[in-house]
């Protein structure tokens, strides 16, 4: 073998490798690379209760319960085609309330319940983070400002 070719197939074997490096990168970063679940993908996923996730949707009506202590809130998130309760001890941002777009970060617990660690709301009447709205777009409930008639 030459000593062309030797450097030619230490080339390649270079390439190879670093392109198998690179893809396993990427499938060990697939489920970070989402910025969140919507409930119904929530609900298709099998979520170890120790993995750490964003959910966002919209804050379901007349689901928000106070617990006695003044700082426990439950709520379910919904992307109007599933919901996930979920319950969060802290405050509260001044923007949320029933029906506006929101973002939890935190663990999905053992019985079911969405264990926040932390509440994103949107900013103002017209707003939506734009990945709650796509998603919302996706499941085919979305009415938009305008759509709506407002």
Request: charge should be negative; hydrophobic fraction near 45%.
């Amino acid at each position: 073998m030459t000593r062309k070719k030797r450097r030619l197939y230490v080339v390649l074997l270079g390439m190879v490798t670093l392109g198998a490096a690179a893809a396993l990168v990427l499938l060990a970063f697939e489920d970070n690379l989402v910025f969140f679940y919507s409930p119904t993908d929530l609900a298709a996923r099998e979520i170890a209760p120790e993995m750490r996730v964003r959910l966002g949707g919209l804050v379901e009506e007349e689901s928000t319960e106070r617990a006695p202590d003044g700082l426990t809130i439950a709520f379910r998130v919904t992307d109007l085609v599933a919901a996930v309760p979920v319950r969060f001890t802290g405050v509260l941002p001044d923007l949320f309330r029933e029906g506006q777009g929101v973002v939890v970060e935190g663990r999905m617990g053992p019985d079911g319940v969405f264990v926040a660690d932390s509440v994103l709301a949107k900013h103002d009447e017209n707003y939506m983070p734009p990945e709650v709205a796509e998603a919302l777009k996706k499941s085919g409930q979305w009415q938009g400002a305008q759509e709506a008639g407002q």
